[in-house]
């Protein structure tokens, strides 16, 4: 973003809630947002189908992952606890001022989430490896990796 607003480079691909301030400040422009749908924060952004970017949409995701095998008892109050939080009126309202959007209720499950990395997963990954995106650590092992969903490889 410091390279951006200083013109050392003239684009970059950011989530909403980094760049939001620039933007209403402006001191970058924000040319199109990578959802399906105009950013509640930002209705004066188009969409990147508008700009004219068909089906480019990349969205942000977060979630609370909990180790396999975690009683079901205790994924289910922690998801409550995530809810309550996330509809709290003053949470809610600091996250939009972020430029970060809701989703709704039904949406807020362990189901929902995990069906939504599963999708993000089956779209993202077919690009990742023919592309042969890696991450190289240590100079010893390689890691190809997609929207934090890593898998380990050891070279030999």
Same mark, same amino acid.
């Given at each position: ?17 980094? *760049?939001?301030?620039? &933007?209403?400040? @402006? !001191? ?10 105009? +950013?509640?924060? $930002? ?18 995701? *977060?979630?609370?992952? &909990?180790?396999? @095998? !975690? ?10 606890? +995530?809810?309550? $939080? ?71």
């Amino acid at each position: 973003m410091n390279d951006l607003v200083a013109g050392q480079i003239d684009l970059i691909v950011d989530q909403l809630s980094n *760049s939001i301030n620039q &933007v209403r400040a @402006g !001191t970058i422009r924000g040319y199109a947002v990578t959802d399906s749908k105009r +950013a509640e924060s $930002a209705t004066d952004i188009p969409t990147a189908d508008e700009a004219g970017l068909p089906g480019f949409h990349m969205t942000l995701g *977060s979630g609370i992952w &909990v180790p396999k @095998g !975690t009683p079901k008892e205790i994924v289910t109050k922690l998801n409550a606890a +995530a809810v309550e $939080a996330l509809n709290d009126p003053s949470v809610r309202k600091q996250l939009e001022n972020l430029g970060l959007q809701m989703p709704p209720n039904d949406q807020l499950t362990p189901q929902a989430l995990g069906d939504w990395q599963k999708a993000e997963i089956a779209k993202w990954w077919p690009m990742i490896k023919a592309a042969n995106v890696r991450v190289e650590l240590n100079g010893r092992s390689s890691v190809t990796a997609c929207s934090g969903i890593t898998s380990n490889r050891t070279r030999g």
